[in-house]
């Protein structure tokens, strides 16, 4: 049974064939090469998709499979699909097993995740079930690790079991550990391979994808379209930031670091506000890979989000260690000195920040510390497999996490859903938070909200 979705107040958002940038079967057009050098024609559809990511691109699949008669099209700012949070994670499939029972976030990771393995078989997308260790290396972490493992049982997480140091060692023999939690069910896969697929699914039902199709206005259209016949069958308009637009009767918005802007665009409540955090990666050489087998994650600390610095194995045969968790001067910027004013305004004057930085002090020193040293990492590295040094790793790649965050500086945990009032909030579904695991979640999270906009939207 889906889940009910969590709604916010607030006041505040579907497009038909024809548009010059449009992609999909019938244009003959790739994805890739969308968008640009549309004039001033207008495109109606029944639903248009803010977002191309993989819960937005997940999400335009499931409702086209179901809905095959409406005219339902994908906007996306970037020139390619699925390039920020999507192409930007460590690619685990995760099982489930640290969130809160009864959570939207439990249940739809351990639905999601099955849901995934289902998706990848039937593409032939590649995957590794490679399992993942939960690793306590100091005494007061026990206690944390059993209530981990019991939230995991309480979520239905497959194949869990306690292991002790011999076991350890068998699954990861230069692993160091007092007590694990074993998961064989996790695994790994490229995110990104994934979503592009789901946008392949949805061309060839019929849905388009319109690329470098910035979104700067959604409102209520104030007449209908010269020569249209349909009237005002589709009352919202979406403007680019090139002026171009197009019409729709619905919109669903999964803008991931966006999503609370393109929230206020339409007319809803910018809260919760999204606060970037950067995850830098470090990278294990070639020669030194054979030290890790599987996923080795930290017991996490239940104050944060974040699970901690892990070792995880990538599809390539590459191993990254992280993230850390530190403040993004930018919503995409993932070197460190990356920085946009109005993303640093929106941070200290709407957003909790002050505050959570005043209850967490210590902690975000600690990450900033050991984002600018490697000799701090890799001494936290070394709890876990001690043979690793500071010559056997390079710095990798960086992503950034969309974090919600309240006004009073609680980090949102759980996915967020919001809609509106008045004309164009009884139009329009806004994803507002969707953090880790919503790659892993994210057929599930589609289905849901397939099913609510059926719901809210009368289809």
């Known amino acids: 049974m889906v889940p009910a979705l969590r709604y916010l107040g607030g006041a505040c958002g579907w497009a038909r064939g024809g548009f010059p940038g449009a992609c999909g079967p019938a244009s003959g057009r790739p994805w890739s090469l969308c968008g640009g050098g549309r004039s001033t024609s207008t495109s109606s559809f029944d639903i248009v998709i803010v977002g191309g990511g993989i819960v937005g691109l997940a999400s335009a699949r499931t409702l086209i499979l179901r809905h095959p008669a409406l005219s339902i099209s994908v906007l996306e700012k970037e020139k390619d699909l699925a390039v920020h949070q999507t192409g930007h994670n460590s690619g685990v499939i995760h099982s489930g097993i640290y969130y809160k029972p009864e959570s939207l976030k439990a249940k739809l990771c351990v639905q999601g995740a099955a849901l995934i393995y289902e998706y990848c078989n039937q593409k032939g997308i590649s995957y590794k079930q490679c399992g993942k260790l939960i690793v306590a290396v100091e005494q007061e972490e026990i206690p944390r690790l059993r209530a981990l493992y019991e939230r995991g049982l309480q979520n239905g997480v497959q194949g869990l079991r306690l292991i002790q140091q011999e076991d350890i060692k068998k699954k990861e023999p230069y692993c160091r550990g007092l007590m694990a939690i074993d998961c064989p069910y996790t695994g790994i896969v490229d995110y990104r391979q994934v979503a592009l697929s789901f946008a392949q699914d949805f061309q060839e039902a019929g849905g388009s994808v319109l690329t470098n199709f910035e979104v700067k206005d959604i409102e209520m259209a104030k007449e209908s379209p010269s020569r249209s016949k349909d009237g005002m069958k589709y009352p919202i308009v979406i403007k680019n930031i090139k002026g171009e637009e197009i019409r729709c009767q619905y919109v669903l ?44 994650y930290p017991v996490p600390d239940s104050r944060f989000p974040f699970l901690g610095v892990h070792f995880t194995p990538r599809m390539d045969g590459n191993i990254w260690l992280g993230p850390n968790a530190v403040l993004a ?82 980090l949102v945990d759980d996915f967020v859903f919001d809609g509106g009032v008045g004309d164009i909030g009884n139009r329009i579904l806004h994803v507002r938070n969707a953090p880790s695991p919503a790659a892993t979640s994210s057929i599930a999270i589609s289905e849901m909200i397939a099913d609510e906009i059926q719901q809210r939207f009368e289809l």
């Open 329 to 410: 001067f930018k919503r995409e910027g993932y070197r460190p000195f990356d920085f946009n004013t109005r993303d640093v305004m929106d941070i200290i004057i709407n957003s909790g920040l002050i505050k959570l930085v005043s209850q967490n002090f210590s902690y975000g020193v600690n990450e900033m510390y050991k984002a600018c040293f490697l000799g701090a990492t890799v001494k936290y590295l070394q709890k876990f497999i001690p043979e690793i040094t500071i010559g056997d790793i390079l710095r990798g790649p960086a992503g950034v996490r969309a974090q919600a965050l309240d006004r009073d500086g609680n």
């Open 253 to 296: 918005t999964c803008a991931g670091l966006y999503s609370d802007r393109i929230s206020e665009l339409s007319g809803c409540s910018p809260d919760p506000q999204i606060v970037p955090f950067r995850g830098d990666y470090l990278l294990l050489k070639p020669e030194k890979c054979y030290l890790v087998k599987g996923n080795i």
